[in-house]
């Protein structure tokens, strides 16, 4: 059993102020902080933290944030055979505004993430047939969120896509995914309307449920979760914590369900374990730096009495 995950890698460059700038505004900052990051390495990392054999496939540039990317994922036990350096593209940014509430807004450049296309999955495709859950957000290309569509249904696999950035994505991607995890905004997308109440995100989730997606989870920020497949609809509450930083927070939700799933728990119990990942992670800075172990979490549901 295995957790592949596809996708970005992006170095965060943080800086957190008191309120971010308005248009042609300059603001003084508390503090600056770069951090290993990205989507793909974000969920990567609360993956194989949450004690699943995981595999990270994507592209680094051949830079000092490249070669760091490629030193922390050998730390963390990653086989980085598998990591492309591409010699024409930078390392992907992310430039980063965290005001004291813990809200972020981010300007993210991918860089040679773009360099990670189709034709290099099909080295992979034993890799991915062997796997018990793929997992891809939309830091990359389309094509390659296809590509795994097409690679997993041809091998049973469990494909999970978190739509982020917001993407529409296609019906031939939709058709017979096993899992999405948008949140409100990137629901909305997918749907074309912009859904406000949770009977609004079931209707929504439903719309995908029509189009063959077997499971959708709506993430709520500190509204927690919501499941809704043809068995019915559960919301799992949030756990009630002062964020600090709340970049990351989807990725190491959607990160730590993987895993869980991978090890096989229900999905609603996936969803209980990945909630106190992502109310462990916003208690930190960064990225990377902030996603917890295992053992933390289950002594943070412990406590909870969850």
Known sequence: MSVIVVGSFITDCIATCKVAPKGGETVRGLSFNTYLGGKGANQAVASIRMGSDTLMLGAVGDDNFGHAFIDCLKNEGFDTN????DKKNPTGTSLVTVEESGQNRIVMTPGANTAYDYNLLKNYE????????????CETTLDVVVELSRLCKKHNVKYIVNPAPALKLPDEVLDGLFLLTPNENELGI????????LDEYIAGAKEMLKKGVKNVIVTLGVNGSLLVNNDGTCHIPSFKVKAVDTLGAGDSFTGSLSAMIDQGYSIIDAMKIATAVAALEVQKPGGIPAMPYKEEVFKFLEKAGK
Do not use: D, L, R, S
């Open 190 to 197: 997918q749907i074309a309307k912009n859904p406000e109440t």
């Open 126 to 137: 034993n890799e991915i047939k062997n796997a018990n859950c793929v997992v891809t957000q």
């Open 82 to 85: 598998y990591i492309v350096v």
